[in-house]
């Protein structure tokens, strides 16, 4: 039964719950458009072939965004927030990469995230969903708890600058010779990463992460390392909500700079579907369900956006 959710459904719960703006996003509406580069290390060739990690600097469009298809979402919102990245290589191949910045996501399988999706729905009688079914959906779905918990304990940050993005699903790895790894990947920030006060949640403006991205970039570039944890058998695999165990290996394996940041209307990165199973060859998918279940998900968002809809 958990498979028999249809992406249909759920981009019909996405659009009954935050209302439709036509033209744009189901989902992540919100956001702000970025440029740049990344730069890989050879070294990382050892577990992957991808020209990601050639050593020659790789351009790249970025998005940093807020879930929901609200428009007016405050940036105060406990909520996680987004880093996608399409990774343009030599000869017209892409990479996409479309994280959030929690470790785990709150959905093993889409009947989950539909039924959250249904839940946060306002109630017309407060214009705030009904904590009633928020509850009984938090105790129906364990799987929710573990990136509950996170955004429970970790306050929004102050800037996009300031937040560690994670990859979430298991990825493979795959060399020269066709030997895979699985790994996990995230996205580190050179600036340090910082929550906003409690104080600071109640007082500051409903809008200042797209002004301070773009006041950020003017300063100087914008960077963030690659880090990635090497899997070893057994850690899971397909699942998204489970952490891996802790001191994996990690490795660095390249640095993203952005340059550039604007806001999404008529930039780079408002057309782009940033749908993770967009790879290239030398990485490759895990059979995650929610990973699998994403892409046929962003190209009806998308179909229907470009459609005006
Ligand atoms: C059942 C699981 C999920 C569903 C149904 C879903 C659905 C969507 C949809 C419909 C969009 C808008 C696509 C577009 O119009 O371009 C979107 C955007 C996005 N999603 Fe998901 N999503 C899921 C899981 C995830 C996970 C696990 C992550 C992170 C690891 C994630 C991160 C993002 C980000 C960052 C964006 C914004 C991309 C951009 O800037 O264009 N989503 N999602």
Same mark, same amino acid.
Request: aromatic share 8%; net charge neutral; proline share 10%.
């Given at each position: 039964?958990? /498979?028999?959710?249809?992406?249909?459904?759920?981009?019909?719960?996405?659009?009954?719950?935050?209302?439709?703006?036509?033209?744009?996003?189901?989902?992540?509406?919100?956001?702000?458009?970025?440029?740049?580069?990344?730069?890989?290390?050879? %070294?990382?060739?050892?577990?992957?072939?991808?020209?990601?990690?050639?050593?020659?600097?790789?351009?790249?469009?970025?998005?940093?965004?807020?879930?929901?298809?609200?428009?007016?979402?405050?940036?105060?919102?406990?909520?996680?927030?987004?880093?996608?990245?399409?990774?343009?290589?030599?000869?017209?191949?892409?990479?996409?990469?479309?994280?959030?910045?929690?470790?785990?996501?709150?959905?093993?399988?889409?009947?989950?995230?539909?039924?959250?999706?249904?839940? #946060?729905?306002?109630?017309?009688?407060?214009?705030?969903? /009904?904590?009633?079914?928020?509850?009984?959906?938090?105790?129906?779905?364990?799987?929710?708890?573990?990136?509950?918990?996170? #955004?429970?304990?970790?306050?929004?940050?102050?800037?996009?600058?300031?937040?560690?993005?994670?990859?979430?699903?298991?990825?493979?790895?795959? /060399?020269?010779?066709?030997?895979?790894?699985?790994?996990?990947?995230?996205?580190?920030?050179?600036?340090?990463?910082?929550?906003?006060?409690?104080?600071?949640?109640?007082?500051?403006?409903?809008?200042?992460?797209?002004?301070?991205? &773009?006041?950020?970039?003017?300063?100087?570039?914008?960077?963030?390392?690659?880090?990635?944890?090497?899997?070893? @058998?057994?850690?899971?695999?397909?699942?998204?909500?489970?952490?891996?165990?802790?001191?994996?290996?990690?490795?660095?394996?390249?640095?993203?700079?952005?340059?550039?940041?604007?806001?999404?209307?008529? %930039?780079?990165?408002?057309?782009?579907?940033?749908? @993770? #199973?967009?790879?290239?060859?030398? &990485?490759?998918?895990?059979?995650?369900? &929610?990973?699998?279940?994403?892409?046929?998900?962003?190209?009806?968002?998308? %179909?229907?956006?470009?459609?005006?809809?």
């Amino acid at each position: 039964a958990q /498979d028999e959710v249809t992406p249909e459904q759920v981009v019909s719960a996405l659009e009954d719950t935050f209302g439709v703006t036509p033209g744009e996003r189901r989902n992540h509406i919100k956001g702000t458009c970025a440029t740049g580069e990344f730069v890989g290390l050879p %070294a990382a060739a050892s577990w992957s072939r991808s020209a990601l990690f050639s050593g020659q600097p790789v351009p790249v469009v970025a998005r940093l965004s807020l879930p929901g298809g609200n428009p007016k979402a405050p940036d105060t919102a406990k909520s996680p927030r987004g880093m996608a990245l399409e990774f343009r290589l030599p000869g017209g191949a892409l990479q996409h990469m479309t994280m959030l910045n929690t470790p785990v996501f709150g959905a093993a399988h889409p009947k989950t995230f539909l039924d959250q999706i249904v839940a #946060l729905k306002p109630d017309p009688a407060t214009g705030k969903p /009904d904590p009633a079914k928020l509850e009984a959906f938090k105790a129906s779905h364990p799987d929710s708890q573990a990136q509950a918990q996170f #955004l429970g304990e970790h306050n929004p940050p102050p800037s996009f600058a300031n937040s560690s993005y994670f990859g979430i699903h298991t990825f493979k790895f795959v /060399d020269a010779t066709g030997k895979a790894t699985l790994v996990r990947w995230r996205f580190v920030p050179e600036d340090g990463e910082k929550q906003l006060s409690d104080e600071e949640l109640k007082s500051l403006p409903a809008n200042f992460l797209e002004e301070r991205l &773009i006041e950020r970039t003017t300063r100087g570039p914008l960077r963030w390392d690659m880090l990635v944890s090497i899997g070893q @058998p057994g850690d899971p695999e397909n699942d998204p909500t489970q952490a891996w165990p802790e001191h994996r290996e990690q490795v660095k394996v390249g640095t993203l700079t952005l340059t550039a940041a604007m806001p999404q209307k008529g %930039a780079a990165c408002e057309k782009i579907n940033f749908d @993770p #199973l967009v790879m290239a060859a030398g &990485i490759a998918p895990t059979d995650d369900p &929610i990973l699998r279940f994403r892409s046929p998900s962003y190209a009806l968002s998308f %179909a229907k956006r470009l459609s005006g809809q």
